[in-house]
């Protein structure tokens, strides 16, 4: 497996430090996906059964629709082992918990006539990706939070298989997890499918949920018509971690995130050359036992050796990762001063699968340095806020002076007088 090694100053002199994603230069892609979206605006569900045949391999029959029908949905726990049902609830309620604590409390900026509402959306839509896999854990990680929140309707679009079939666990979870319908929609249609509505799919106010480059590219596409939870990249860990780390448990945890994609991201920094070497050793070495080898050989790692925790903590901040994990002496220490990233596991034992699935934190978080400034997804993806202003004559004679300089200035003089006009 090819590795690529750097010291701090080398790391930052490389354009991988610089950018990791970019949608620009996927041009023919995103002239692809905007056809798409055009398309199924402009023709619904006609466009629907035209893209699902192209790109699915299946359509509904004229007159049948794209949903599950209710009870397959209803069933679908009926078809998996009891262990793998007990593992989606014990998931299901443990991300629920977490994600109970997220909700707002009402503000207000110290008296009744001015506060903010937090309301949730009428209608929220998530999409599980197919293709490689299927994600039963995105379901819960996408619709548990919108349900949290007080969403009246949750739908979900998802790949289907050439047959027109939902994998039994994906129907399960969305059962778990509250959804209200599941769609058998995948890529880019589904996506615009749910900003826009056709003739079988309603219109959601929020989309939510990772996917392919063509699903990232659709979300910034129909971005406005609908809101979106972000434009995700591949996925990435980074593991900050001293001389006193076991190589094997880091190797572990970079071929875990490395086996999604091969556009992922694996990352070690470190400042001890004696780990640098034996965790690339063991990276090796465990390749040979993992079914998804060559996908994490094609897959992005680097090693960077920094002169000190000090230093390795400022590579981290720069590069913003979505998953970070900390292996020291001081793990708790230098967790604190972290500023970006998407989720911080800190500990030896704290490894990023646990995260991806049962702990109950959320999985879907920032990729590609969107740490930085964005959040994980949360109960605050589905909640809009909302000002209101209950004012009377009073609030008007305090306000008046300062809001008619302020109007002067900007040549606003339909504003000076709105306020004029109530003190006549």
Same mark, same amino acid.
């Given at each position: 497996m090819t590795v690529r090694r750097f010291d701090a100053a080398a790391w930052r002199q490389s354009p991988l430090s610089r950018g990791r994603f970019d949608l620009a230069g996927f041009g023919s892609e995103r002239a692809a996906v905007a056809e798409i979206c055009a398309l199924v605006r402009d023709e619904g569900d006609a466009a629907l059964r035209e893209l699902g045949l192209r790109f699915d391999g299946w359509a509904p029959a004229q007159g049948e629709g794209f949903e599950v029908a209710r009870e397959e949905l209803e069933s679908s726990s009926a078809g998996l082992p009891a262990a793998d049902r007990s593992a989606l609830e014990f998931a299901a309620a443990r991300i629920r918990d977490f994600h109970e604590r997220q909700l707002p409390q009402p503000a207000s900026a110290g008296r009744a006539s001015m506060r903010m509402v937090a309301r949730p959306v009428a209608r929220a839509g998530v999409y599980a990706p197919g293709?490689? +896999?299927?994600?039963?854990?995105?379901?819960?990680?996408?619709?548990?939070? +919108?349900?949290v929140a007080g969403v009246a309707e949750v739908v979900l679009a998802t790949p289907p298989r050439r047959d027109g079939s939902v994998p039994a666990a994906i129907l399960a979870a969305a059962r778990i997890a509250g959804v209200d319908a599941v769609y058998r929609v995948g890529g880019a249609q589904a996506i615009a499918a749910l900003a826009y509505g056709t003739e079988s799919i309603p219109r959601v106010d929020v989309v939510a949920g990772p996917g392919n480059v063509y699903v990232t590219l659709a979300k910034r596409e129909v971005f406005g018509a609908v809101g979106v939870d972000g434009i995700a990249g591949p996925t990435e860990v980074v593991v900050l971690a001293d001389d006193e780390a076991r190589p094997d448990f880091v190797a572990a945890d970079l071929a875990a995130q490395l086996e999604h994609d091969p556009m992922a991201w694996g990352v070690l920094v470190t400042d001890s050359e004696r780990l640098a070497a034996r965790a690339v050793e063991e990276l090796e070495d465990l390749l040979g036992g993992l079914e998804r080898a060559e996908i994490i050989r094609q897959a992005n790692c680097c090693v960077i050796v920094a002169r000190d925790m000090d230093e390795g903590v400022r590579i981290v901040d720069d590069f913003a990762p979505e998953h970070l994990l900390i292996v020291a002496a001081d793990a708790e220490s230098l967790a604190s001063r972290v500023r970006n990233a998407g989720a911080i596991f800190v500990g030896p034992y704290?490894?990023?699968?646990?995260g991806d699935y049962t702990a109950g934190p959320n999985h879907t978080l920032p990729t590609s340095g969107a740490a930085r400034y964005a959040s994980p997804l949360g109960v605050h993806t589905f909640i809009k806020r909302t000002n209101i202003l209950a004012l009377g004559r009073e609030d008007v004679e305090t306000l008046r002076d300062a809001t008619l300089r302020l109007a002067a200035l900007e040549g606003l003089g339909g504003h000076a007088h709105a306020v004029e006009v109530r003190l006549e």
């Amino acid at each position: 497996m090819t590795v690529r090694r750097f010291d701090a100053a080398a790391w930052r002199q490389s354009p991988l430090s610089r950018g990791r994603f970019d949608l620009a230069g996927f041009g023919s892609e995103r002239a692809a996906v905007a056809e798409i979206c055009a398309l199924v605006r402009d023709e619904g569900d006609a466009a629907l059964r035209e893209l699902g045949l192209r790109f699915d391999g299946w359509a509904p029959a004229q007159g049948e629709g794209f949903e599950v029908a209710r009870e397959e949905l209803e069933s679908s726990s009926a078809g998996l082992p009891a262990a793998d049902r007990s593992a989606l609830e014990f998931a299901a309620a443990r991300i629920r918990d977490f994600h109970e604590r997220q909700l707002p409390q009402p503000a207000s900026a110290g008296r009744a006539s001015m506060r903010m509402v937090a309301r949730p959306v009428a209608r929220a839509g998530v999409y599980a990706p197919g293709g490689r +896999a299927a994600y039963p854990s995105t379901v819960l990680m996408t619709a548990i939070p +919108a349900r949290v929140a007080g969403v009246a309707e949750v739908v979900l679009a998802t790949p289907p298989r050439r047959d027109g079939s939902v994998p039994a666990a994906i129907l399960a979870a969305a059962r778990i997890a509250g959804v209200d319908a599941v769609y058998r929609v995948g890529g880019a249609q589904a996506i615009a499918a749910l900003a826009y509505g056709t003739e079988s799919i309603p219109r959601v106010d929020v989309v939510a949920g990772p996917g392919n480059v063509y699903v990232t590219l659709a979300k910034r596409e129909v971005f406005g018509a609908v809101g979106v939870d972000g434009i995700a990249g591949p996925t990435e860990v980074v593991v900050l971690a001293d001389d006193e780390a076991r190589p094997d448990f880091v190797a572990a945890d970079l071929a875990a995130q490395l086996e999604h994609d091969p556009m992922a991201w694996g990352v070690l920094v470190t400042d001890s050359e004696r780990l640098a070497a034996r965790a690339v050793e063991e990276l090796e070495d465990l390749l040979g036992g993992l079914e998804r080898a060559e996908i994490i050989r094609q897959a992005n790692c680097c090693v960077i050796v920094a002169r000190d925790m000090d230093e390795g903590v400022r590579i981290v901040d720069d590069f913003a990762p979505e998953h970070l994990l900390i292996v020291a002496a001081d793990a708790e220490s230098l967790a604190s001063r972290v500023r970006n990233a998407g989720a911080i596991f800190v500990g030896p034992y704290a490894t990023v699968p646990l995260g991806d699935y049962t702990a109950g934190p959320n999985h879907t978080l920032p990729t590609s340095g969107a740490a930085r400034y964005a959040s994980p997804l949360g109960v605050h993806t589905f909640i809009k806020r909302t000002n209101i202003l209950a004012l009377g004559r009073e609030d008007v004679e305090t306000l008046r002076d300062a809001t008619l300089r302020l109007a002067a200035l900007e040549g606003l003089g339909g504003h000076a007088h709105a306020v004029e006009v109530r003190l006549e």
